[in-house]
């Protein structure tokens, strides 16, 4: 029985492991500009990848033209914002997901993310990707505890005494539940 146990233990560590590290990744430079390196040393290049570039948990989506280097401050050749930073924007609010919703980049053999393949056609369609914005913007109608797993009305207490570093916005509550998060016991 212990041997069954330490052999379980072992494969979950061994999972956990390679899960957190296809996360990993870090940004570069040179003279031409920005591109994300992955630790296996591949790169996103030619479309859009959600990026958790901080590892706070919350991914940003990202344009990469096709030799690998993100687009800033500019219009996308489908035609949406990213800001200073690279990040796509809608109205100045950076579009975010969570890393649980937004997978480590993998491409096909196009060449494209199927994270990317996703956020175009929610792009497409007009509507925003369902996410938690990392700042309020018009329509919001939800503040969540990224910390907490909570969310809340605007107006909750609770909100009043959250960090600002663990507040996010959101108006989508079932997509909220579909990642984990709960309603507050206080305004719900």
């Known amino acids: 029985m212990k041997r069954l146990w330490k ?8 999972s956990l492991t ?10 570069q430079s040179d003279a031409k500009g920005k591109w994300w390196k992955n630790d296996d040393g591949s790169f996103p290049a030619n479309g859009w990848y959600w990026i958790d570039d901080n590892s706070d948990g919350i991914a940003n989506s990202y344009y990469f033209n096709a030799e690998g280097y993100l687009l800033t401050d500019t219009t996308t050749p489908d035609g949406y914002t990213v800001d200073a930073n690279g990040a796509w924007i809608v109205g100045n ?27 175009k056609s929610s792009k497409k369609s007009g509507q925003s990707a369902s996410g938690i914005s990392s700042s309020p913007y018009d329509g919001y109608t939800i503040v969540v505890n990224t910390s907490t797993k909570k969310y809340h009305v605007p107006g909750c207490k609770s909100v009043k005494s959250m960090k600002d570093k663990n507040k996010g916005y959101s108006s989508d509550a079932a997509y909220l539940e579909s990642i984990g998060y709960s309603p507050c016991k206080n305004c719900h």
């Open 7 to 14: 052999t379980l233990m072992t494969s979950m560590l061994l």
């Open 18 to 27: 390679l899960t957190i590290t296809s996360f990993a990744g870090s940004w």
């Open 93 to 119: 609010v950076v579009q975010t997901k969570t890393a649980a919703a937004a997978p480590a980049v993998q491409s096909d053999s196009s060449g494209q993310s199927q994270t990317a393949e996703n956020s």
